[in-house]
């Protein structure tokens, strides 16, 4: 469980503000993801990143933004642009093996309340 | 892209008894399905999974059932103890994608009592 952390565990933040989300992880992953949490919707999948200075848009990548310039850093900013990103943030991250279905490992999730 | 649905969404058994979690997935090249047990205010963790090329996987109390040709997977929980009280996703991984899950929208299992 240690293995993967997210900062801070809770966040507000005004509307019209950009706030950033922390992910690290520890335990060499090659992939890391950032999910959306909304009660009764699942996880969402918001971008991913399979190696360092790559990344790639999920399902739900408006209003979001990411950067991957260490392999053990994964952070999100909420943008301004998201119009209702009061939700649970996971983070997530996987051990790349060259085949397709992973464990992916979580962290704690940060709760971001935007008021 | 992939389309995953879970069943039911809500669901309350006594201990003891055994609980069923069903979901659908649409892409049929879709290899690996993982079912994930949250508990509240906690993170997601890996219970148990399943590759496309088995068609039943076991472990102590839980199980894991795969429908190929019908394109459904089951999560099978026996001998239900409060401490499975949860919500349970269930997730897949659709063909051409770098790895990453479709969940489904999860059920909030409560074991009584």
């Known amino acids: 469980d240690g293995g993967i952390t997210q900062s801070p565990k809770y966040l507000f933040r005004k509307e019209g503000q950009n706030v950033t989300l922390s992910c690290e992880q520890n335990l060499n992953h090659d992939a890391m993801y950032w999910y959306r949490q909304d009660p009764g919707q699942g996880l969402r999948l918001i971008y991913y990143s399979q190696i360092v200075n790559d990344f790639q848009k999920g399902d739900i990548a408006e209003g979001y933004s990411v950067s991957r310039e260490k392999k053990e850093s994964f952070p999100l900013t909420v943008t301004s642009a998201q119009k209702n990103p009061t939700a649970f943030y996971l983070c997530a991250s996987s051990i790349d093996r060259g085949r397709a279905g992973n464990e992916q490992f979580f962290g704690p999730g940060t709760r971001l309340t935007v008021l | 892209g992939e389309n995953v649905e879970q069943h039911p969404s809500t669901l309350s058994v006594q201990e003891g008894d055994s609980a069923v979690i069903k979901c659908t997935y649409s892409?049929?090249?879709?290899?690996?399905f993982p079912w994930y047990k949250q508990e509240l205010g906690k993170r997601p963790q890996l219970i148990i999974d399943i590759r496309s090329n088995v068609g039943e996987k076991k472990d102590q109390r839980i199980a894991v059932t795969l429908n190929k040709t019908a394109k459904h997977f089951s999560l099978h929980i026996t001998e239900t103890q409060p401490e499975d009280s949860a919500v349970y996703f269930c997730a897949a991984v659709p063909s051409g994608s770098a790895r990453q899950l479709t969940f489904g929208s999860g059920t909030q299992l409560t074991v009584l009592p």
């Open positions: 892409d049929s090249a879709s290899n690996y």
